[in-house]
């Protein structure tokens, strides 16, 4: 199927790392992403990961890649209030036009 | 660098009622994407333009759904009759296209549709 699969909410306090999680559906996908979204607003790409890669870092950001299982992650490091929102993973298909094919979405929560 | 514009940013209407969305992508961005984005759910895209030339459009309720891409620039999403399901916020994304690599999207803000 299409579904990319992702957990529905996580709530960490603010400083503390957090790592949100997504099952993406084709091995053959080429990037993936990480787009986050605020209240009211559109989608921001936060990062992607080319699919021969494993691991990337920018800034405050990691993002890990299992191939293998089709598994990638989000890690925020030292996360701020600021970072409320809800994060999408998204696949770049590798067949026709390349679409996106978006996950349901992880809203994450940061109290101070 | 000015963003992807839309308009309205929300939207009421009655079901059976007409509606159409606008969308000006960022200039020089051959491809022009909308998306729908049902509540707790991520956008499914619905229409996806390379300059005024459909090149997917296999999620489009084409019974119902409409859309344009006149010059190559401004779109259209059009819905004639509308249905309760149909509420959801609207999203059009922009990129270079051309076969870069990355090929990065870049989101408008959405209009945000609630059909009564």
């Known amino acids: 199927g299409e579904d990319v699969e992702q957990s529905l909410f996580l709530s960490v306090r603010e400083g503390d790392s957090s790592v949100i999680n997504c099952t993406y559906t084709?091995?053959?996908?080429?990037?993936l992403y990480w787009y986050k979204q605020e209240p009211g607003a559109g989608l921001q790409l936060l990062t992607y990961?080319?699919?021969?890669?494993d691991m990337k870092q920018d800034q405050r950001l990691t993002v890990l890649l299992n191939k293998k299982d089709k598994h990638l992650s989000l890690r925020i490091a030292d996360t701020q209030t600021g970072d409320s929102a809800i994060y999408f993973c998204?696949?770049?298909?590798?067949?026709?036009?390349?679409?996106?094919?978006f996950g349901t979405g992880t809203r994450l929560l940061v109290s101070p | 660098e000015a963003g992807v514009a839309q308009s309205p940013r929300y939207k009421i209407i009655e079901k059976r009622q007409s509606v159409a969305f606008w969308c000006n992508p960022i200039?020089?961005?051959?491809?022009l994407y909308w998306y729908q984005q049902i509540l707790g759910q991520g956008p499914k895209l619905l229409i996806q333009?390379?300059?005024?030339?459909?090149?997917?459009d296999s999620q489009l309720p084409k019974d119902r759904f409409s859309a344009e891409r006149l010059k190559g620039v401004d779109s259209t999403l059009k819905i004639q009759p509308a249905k309760l399901e149909d509420s959801a916020v609207y999203l059009c994304?922009?990129?270079?296209?051309?076969?870069?690599?990355?090929?990065?999207?870049?989101f408008g803000p959405g209009t945000r549709l609630t059909v009564l």
């Open positions: 994304a922009s990129s270079l296209g051309g076969g870069r690599r990355r090929n990065e999207q870049f």
């Open positions: 084709d091995s053959s996908s080429t990037y």
């Open positions: 990961i080319f699919s021969n890669m």
């Open positions: 998204a696949e770049r298909k590798n067949t026709g036009f390349q679409k996106l094919v």
């Open positions: 200039s020089g961005h051959a491809t």
């Open positions: 333009f390379q300059n005024n030339g459909v090149v997917d």
